[in-house]
């Protein structure tokens, strides 16, 4: 392995992180499930467990990370030669998580296409999202366009390209949601959706709720997949971890929060002329952001440039995010197979595009598929968010806690600053977040199986 490279500091690393942080799981993922189990009960659920579970598990494989300065397969061969296959894991969770996020990274350019071509009218008319990805070719053609844009930037280099690009888009999708989330709070209707989302009504909290924040936990900071770890591995020493760690789940919870500004507010004006429509609308699921938006958007002036560039930026914030996927990927595949950056970059290119084809087209031609209720996409997702990364995140806790030692992490994180919240964090990572994890993890695989009712 040649010299590695180093973020230049501590707003480097936070704005990398947060950048692979911030994507589809905070515009699309949360305001969605947000809306479908329960609004401010699931929000408040969400904001304990990215506080708690999600504080202590960022920071452990940041220093893990940081400690060991390698890939991420080598990293958990380090610690423990037993627990390599962790390692393995994580890319494998890194690389089904990529096949799909193009799918939908697919969606938004036919969006961005569709706004910039002056037909917002289009959009936002009835059927138009379902139509557009239950066809067979084009949602595919998208996705490949998608993925290409990964490989070209990959191939480019993360460093030069993304992170400066990052540096712009981020302020601007943040000034950009603001100005979406004041007009869709001005609307008739609106504030009956700031009250759903925002006051918590715990009888609306299922145990199925729990589970769906706890995923989307793990999704939205990039858990369990060793992209923290990679990136943790570019970490100067004098960089204060915990500070950092804050940080960047600040920067993630917000911008999920702003989401929720935007769409849940706008689904209550938009669909409140009858109870009916309103309850499918929460209960829309991945749709949510296609179908309600555009309606919300053609309501306003200039709606062709504001839902295209909206569309645009989110387009930026998953490509952030699928390159910090096919990083991972790559870094290690490179190593293991013995190949060079660009051939390697489109071997996992075109297997990433070709495994992620089912999930497209589990919308349309292959609808009929269903596993265990699920069609292709929301199956892959959730092996990924509720089985690979909590399996991953409580053989970490278990291997760091009982046969590592944790002082191995505490010291890391002390050699830069202070650790204030040593106490707690040990509490967390050794019994907290495994007993937590262990515990959704087993409903989660009862339930899919039909043994329990959730
Ligand atoms: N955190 C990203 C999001 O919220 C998804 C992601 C997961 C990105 C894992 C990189 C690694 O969209």
Not at 130 to 159: C, E
Request: with cysteine; proline share 2%.
């Amino acid at each position: 392995m040649g010299k590695r490279k180093m973020f230049s500091g501590h707003l480097g690393f936070i704005l990398a992180t947060a950048g692979s942080a911030v994507g589809l799981g905070n515009l699309w993922r949360f305001p969605t499930l947000a809306t479908k189990y329960g609004g401010g009960s699931f929000v408040l659920l969400y904001i304990i467990f990215v506080a708690t579970i999600g504080f202590s598990l960022v920071l452990t494989e940041a220093a893990i990370g940081r400690k060991f300065h390698c890939n991420v397969v080598d990293a958990y061969r380090k610690i423990n030669r037993k627990f390599t296959f962790l390692g393995y894991i994580a890319v494998l969770v890194a690389f089904l998580i990529l096949s799909y996020y193009c799918v939908i990274g697919g969606w938004i350019l036919k969006f961005i296409t569709v706004y910039f071509s002056g037909n917002e009218l289009l959009a936002a008319g009835d059927g138009f999202f379902d139509g557009f990805i239950s066809k067979a070719t084009w949602p595919v053609l998208f996705q490949a366009l998608f993925v290409l844009f990964n490989m070209f930037v990959v191939m480019l280099g993360v460093q030069n390209g993304v992170e400066r690009l990052n540096k712009v888009l981020m302020p601007a999708l943040i000034i950009l949601s603001i100005i979406v989330s004041i007009f869709a709070l001005s609307m008739d209707g609106a504030l009956e959706g700031l009250k759903y989302y925002l006051v918590p009504d715990f009888s609306k909290l299922s145990f199925r709720a729990v589970l769906a924040a706890l995923g989307q936990m793990f999704f939205s900071l990039s858990l369990g997949m060793g992209v923290t770890i990679t990136y943790g591995s570019y970490v100067r020493k004098d960089i204060d971890l915990e500070k950092a760690t804050k940080k960047i789940e600040l920067f993630d919870t917000g911008i999920a929060l702003l989401a929720g500004f935007m769409v849940i507010p706008a689904i209550f004006a938009v669909f409140s002329s009858s109870s009916e429509s309103l309850e499918n609308a929460l209960q829309a699921g991945s749709t949510l952001v296609f179908i309600t938006l555009p309606k919300v958007f053609i309501k306003m002036p200039f709606s062709g440039w504001i839902g295209g560039t909206f569309f645009l930026l989110i387009f930026f914030a998953a490509l952030t995010s699928s390159i910090a996927l096919m990083e991972t990927v790559i870094s290690t595949w490179k190593e293991k197979l013995h190949l060079k950056r660009k051939s390697c970059t489109i071997l996992v290119g075109l297997i990433a595009f070709l495994a992620g084809i089912p999930a497209s087209l589990g919308y349309g031609i292959w609808d009929s598929v269903s596993i265990f209720g699920m069609n292709i996409l929301d199956f892959t997702d959730f092996c990924t968010n509720q089985l690979l990364m909590p399996l991953g995140a409580v053989m970490t806790c278990i291997l760091v806690s009982y046969i590592w030692g944790t002082w191995h992490l505490t010291d890391e994180i002390k050699k830069s600053s202070a650790f204030h919240r040593e106490k707690w964090y040990l509490i967390l990572i050794k019994y907290i977040t495994p007993v937590a994890v262990v515990i959704t993890l087993i409903s989660s695989i009862l339930n899919t199986f039909g043994m329990i009712q959730l």
